[in-house]
């Protein structure tokens, strides 16, 4: 399956691909990186991912609208919302929009692998 | 003025003691906490963040330099370069103030962060008078989290 990691931090980035690297996570790998919502839908566009990862407070689109509008353009997609907002009416509203799992940060690696292959089932 | 209360103080302390547990394995302490009435505590590297919606304020996290690489070493982070440096502190004030919407709601808006080397008076003029600082020592290095927080 094809991970396109989303969020405007490097760090973030960088541990989300390095954890997918776990050998729970076979068959996972990353296709790209996207540091804000409109980045995202370009390299969703130029790399057909499976699953998704993405932050929600980001400059230029926020993860919310960014969910919204990659369920409109690919249906299929598994997006896992990855996020330090903790309040209930945000989880609700990504998800209605079409994200399929919720993991707050700060996350360890193990509750990231479980989220992943949560989501990805 | 601050007008946060004993309860919502705790909300951010929770917040940044589990930022380090969680991450890193090294609990993180409270060495202190006071209302800043005089002066605001700052270090190398500062992330802040503006609260907007039904609150108004800000919240900052300011770290001495020599913390970040090990703070990106329990990250599994090789590259501790400057704009590394600057993001450990960007994503730790993300966080803390993302996590504080367990407490305040989604009326409580908040910026992305604005990362700043040096102690910039960028930082004084975006807190008002007597903001919480919360002083938390993680390993052998003293960080500073400022709250001013206030209802609309």
Redesign the interface.
């Given at each position: 399956m094809r991970l396109l990691v989303v969020d405007?931090?490097?760090?973030?980035r960088?541990?989300i691909a390095?954890i997918a690297l776990h050998p729970r996570l076979r068959g996972l790998h990353v296709v790209g990186l996207a540091r804000n919502g409109v980045e995202a839908i370009d390299k969703a566009a130029a790399t057909e991912p499976d699953v998704v990862t993405m932050d929600l407070?980001?400059?230029e689109m926020d993860g919310v609208a960014c969910v919204a509008e990659l369920m409109r353009s690919h249906p299929a997609l598994r997006i896992l919302v990855v996020?330090?907002?903790?309040?209930k009416?945000?989880a609700i509203e990504a998800l209605k929009r079409g994200a399929r799992g919720f993991l707050?940060?700060?996350?360890?690696d193990d509750q990231l692998v479980d989220a992943l292959i949560e989501v990805a089932d | 003025m601050s007008a946060l209360t004993a309860a919502e103080i705790k909300v951010f302390v929770d917040a940044v003691i589990r930022y380090f547990d969680r991450l890193t394995g090294d609990g993180a302490v409270v060495s202190a906490s006071y209302l800043a009435d005089t002066a605001i505590p700052r270090s190398d590297y500062t992330g802040l963040i503006t609260f907007s919606g039904r609150f108004r304020g800000c919240i900052y996290c300011s770290a001495p330099r020599a913390m970040l690489p090990e703070l990106l070493a329990a990250l599994g982070e090789p590259d501790v370069s400057e704009p590394n440096l600057l993001d450990a502190v960007g994503e730790l004030t993300n966080t803390i103030a993302g996590n504080a919407r367990s407490h305040f709601g989604d009326g409580l808006e908040i910026s992305v962060p604005v990362t700043i080397r040096g102690t910039s008076e960028r930082i004084r003029a975006a807190v008002r008078a007597r903001p919480y600082a919360i002083v938390v020592r993680w390993r052998r290095h003293d960080i500073a989290v400022v709250v001013d927080l206030e209802r609309e």
């Open positions: 405007d931090s490097n760090i973030i960088s541990r390095r407070t980001m400059p996020s330090a907002l903790s309040d009416a945000t707050h940060k700060p996350f360890t | -």
